[in-house]
């Protein structure tokens, strides 16, 4: 799931690839700060920063 600084549910990806690998293109958000979150089996994991610049 990625969400902005204000928590705002963005995009969520529902599966990971064949290899375990999800692919996020930046050109769907704006430059900036945002956070990500990976779930596995409806726990969380772990949450990230991720910073997009153009």
Request: glycine share 8%; charged share 20%.
């Given at each position: 799931?990625?969400?902005?600084?204000?928590?705002?549910?963005?995009?969520?990806?529902?599966a990971l690839g064949a290899n375990?690998?999800?692919?996020?293109?930046?050109?769907?958000?704006?430059?900036?700060?945002?956070?990500?979150?990976?779930?596995?089996?409806?726990?969380?994991?772990?949450?990230?920063?991720?910073?997009?610049?153009?």
């Open positions: 799931m990625i969400f902005n600084m204000q928590g705002t549910l963005l995009k969520t990806y529902n375990g690998q999800i692919t996020i293109y930046g050109y769907e958000f704006k430059p900036g700060m945002y956070l990500y979150t990976l779930l596995v089996d409806s726990r969380e994991i772990d949450t990230k920063r991720m910073i997009l610049t153009e």
